[in-house]
């Protein structure tokens, strides 16, 4: 080998742990995954699988943010960086005989439908398009062919709809 050639062999190896260096670390990713959700990999209520290994995430200046928007997933979050995952969770196992309450909509009932937000309150009348029961998410139609949404049953039987802060 040529001189030339042993020098850009010896700077390409050197440069190798500089780059790695640039990357987010997933094993400690994964460890305060599940430090903070008290669970680890495959567990109920931890992650479901291990980060891909694939990902090249910016390494974050500081502590990324967890959030969980919905007990389905987490959301891992480097602002500074520009990147956010979202990781499967095992959901927990729940009491069968308490869990389950009783519909108090079916399926073809007409419903009352709210709106509520800050300084306001709308409601009109839709069509339950399932069953609900108290705390359900279900779909629901107004008159016609309008889109149907969906919106959370409350114990009176009517359904709310979220989003409007």
């Not at 305060?32 to 995430?57: E, F, N, S, V, Y």
């Amino acid at each position: 080998m040529t001189y030339f050639r042993h020098l850009i062999l010896a700077s390409a190896l050197c440069a190798a742990p500089a780059v790695a260096q640039g990357f987010e670390d997933l094993d400690v990713l994964e460890a305060r995954i599940a430090a903070t959700l008290g669970a680890g990999i495959g567990q109920p209520g931890g992650a479901m699988r291990p980060i891909d290994r694939r990902l090249k995430l910016a390494a974050c200046p500081g502590a990324p943010a967890l959030a969980m928007p919905t007990p389905a997933y987490a959301v891992v979050e480097c602002e500074a960086a520009g990147w956010r995952i979202h990781v499967p969770l095992v959901r927990t196992a729940a009491a069968p005989a308490a869990q389950k309450a009783e519909p108090v909509i079916r399926r073809g009932d007409q419903v009352e439908m709210i709106a509520e937000g800050g300084g306001f309150s709308v409601s009109t009348l839709a069509t339950a398009q399932q069953d609900g029961a108290p705390g359900d998410r279900i779909r629901v139609r107004t008159e016609g062919k309008a889109t149907v949404v969906t919106a959370e049953v409350d114990a009176g039987g009517r359904v709310i709809l979220s989003r409007f802060n």
